[in-house]
């Protein structure tokens, strides 16, 4: 997108009436934000959600967004759509690795929260656009041994006063198939909040898959949210099984000692010296400060302890969740990269399970391995000196609209430029919506990859939860990891267009 064209297609008001570039999208109804034979081998769906998996399954990638369109014109509904993109990610992709291919399910939430924040006329984007990843990990899947998700063995399936019990051991056990069957015996008797309070935590037992565990975790029940509590049975059982998955390992964890797993041993007993009252403390940026000293620096055991000493001292949790935050900024500004922006997307869902959990112990565990992951995060990479809390601010020439249009043509060419100008922005008292709206757009037109979707929906929506003076630093460093106005486009708009007939 050339410079001069960058405020009349994402702000104008002539823009916003013609969508600019997504006008074909005005062929579909607006989207309020409130709203088959199978073989033997494969899981069955609730019959009126199953026509519309298998057209998603059977319709060639060239093919499917015209066919959905198709259906959306004769009445299906978003949250249909939703389900039935979820279910068939769930039912296709095998959960192992967690990652890769199946970030056509771990993003299926991301785009729901992109379509959320959009404007009604907008809001199909980024589901057509996780359609069509689905379909390009579904391919990938097939060349990969063509998993599919079997029906679960009845026989094995325990009842409902043993399902909980039974769920937990094959779980501390890493017994697959056990697993399988007791997850179906919660899922029919179990309510969805004491099932989430027993899965999150197991989100974060282990290292492995680099936090994808726990993002699975939440963005599963999230989108279950959506689409409703009756589909959650093969959902789960994908989630069940990825929880198990060893990245490799030819030895059951249970029964070793192996490197991913030894935090959360630790911490089984760390978060029993936590203060009773420990959710009553006061905020303190000089604790947040010295939180984030240790990520730059310190191990697992480190930020272990340091956040059961500050808890002890009578520091707020938030304090603690907002060096979480920034020190997942700091890492992805030291070395911009998959491993760093998932200290973000993983924090993100650690502290949405942390807020809707009610168990006091996991709730302890989930603030504790969110610290222990952090130097996880940073790896190998190399100390470069850049400090989020001394980031400097550059002071723009120009407000609003046009403030915004130069930050992101700066982007796309010096990423720590363009984020002082965003902390400049922000420190300015500009409105930070204006920064969504620009960054979730320039997402919907040069996004080419699930990160992108993971990514800002988890910034949008954790800038909210920081305390002011940290927020404007989290905003600036989410820039090295954002698409600017001077990237090329993707080509999901032409093709999104053609199967649209505009």
């Known amino acids: 997108m050339k410079r001069r064209n960058f405020l009349r297609t994402t702000f104008g008001a002539g823009a916003l009436a013609a969508l600019g570039d997504l006008g074909f999208l005005s062929q579909l109804p607006p989207v309020s934000a409130a709203e088959a034979k199978l073989e033997p081998r494969m899981v069955r769906l609730h019959s009126e959600i199953e026509p519309l998996v298998r057209l998603l399954e059977n319709t060639p990638r060239e093919r499917v967004l015209e066919e959905v369109a198709s259906k959306i014109k004769r009445g299906t509904t978003y949250r249909e759509v939703l389900a039935a993109l979820l279910l068939a990610g769930v039912r296709n992709i095998q959960p192992r690795p967690v990652g890769f291919k199946f970030h056509a399910v771990l993003v299926v ?34 060349e990969q041994g063509d998993w599919t998700m079997p029906p679960v063995d009845e026989a094995a399936v325990p009842k409902s006063h043993k399902a ?34 027993i899965l999150c935590r197991y989100g974060v037992r282990d290292f492995r898959e680099i ?15 959506a689409i409703g509590w009756h589909h959650a049975e093969p959902v789960l059982r994908s989630l069940a099984f990825a929880l198990l998955d060893r990245d490799g ?44 000293q240790a ?64 168990n006091d112990e996991t709730r302890r565990m989930l603030l504790v391995q969110n610290a222990a992951f952090m130097p996880l995060f940073r790896g190998n990479a190399k100390d470069k ?17 046009e403030a915004i249009e130069d930050i992101f043509s700066d982007l796309s060419k010096d990423r720590l430029s363009a984020s002082r100008k965003v902390l400049g922005f922000l420190q300015g008292g500009s409105d930070p919506k204006l920064f969504f709206d620009a960054a979730r757009r320039l997402i919907f037109l040069k996004g080419r990859d699930s990160h992108d979707y993971k990514f800002s929906s988890a910034v949008i929506e954790d800038c909210q939860h920081l305390a002011p003076p940290w927020r404007d630093r ?27 007939g505009s």
Do not use: C
């Open 295 to 358: 990520i730059r620096a310190g191990s697992s055991i480190d930020t272990s302890e340091l956040t059961v000493k500050l808890l002890n001292r009578g520091v707020a949790p938030a304090s603690l969740f907002d060096a979480l935050f920034v020190g997942a900024g700091e890492l992805l500004m030291q070395s911009p990269g998959i491993l760093s922006l998932h200290a973000s997307t993983f924090t993100n869902a650690t502290h949405y399970a942390f807020r809707h959990a009610t």
């Open 249 to 292: 390992a030819k030895v059951n964890p249970s029964k070793s000692d192996l490197p991913a797993d030894r935090p959360f041993r630790r911490n089984v007993e760390n978060v029993k010296q936590i203060r009773a009252g420990w959710l009553d403390g006061e905020s303190s940026a000089e604790a947040t400060v010295e939180m984030l």
């Open 211 to 225: 936090g994808h565990k726990e993002i699975y975790v939440v963005n599963s029940f999230r989108t279950l949210e």
């Open 109 to 142: 939430n991301s785009a729901h929260l992109a379509s959320l924040s959009s404007s009604d006329a907008d809001r199909w984007l980024p589901i057509f656009w996780a359609i069509d990843q689905f379909k390009s990990s579904q391919a990938r899947d097939v």
């Open 385 to 401: 000196g850049i400090r989020i809390d001394k980031l400097e601010a550059v002071p723009l020439k120009s407000a609003g609209a």
């Open 474 to 500: 989290f905003l600036a460093a989410s820039v090295f990891n954002l698409r600017g106005s001077g990237d090329s486009d993707n080509e999901l708009v032409k093709r999104s267009r053609a199967a649209l």
């Open 164 to 197: 909980k019990q039974a769920f937990v051991v094959a779980m501390d056990n890493w017994d697959e198939a056990a697993a399988d069957a007791a997850i179906v015996g919660l899922v029919r008797t179990a309510g969805a909040n004491e099932i989430f309070e």
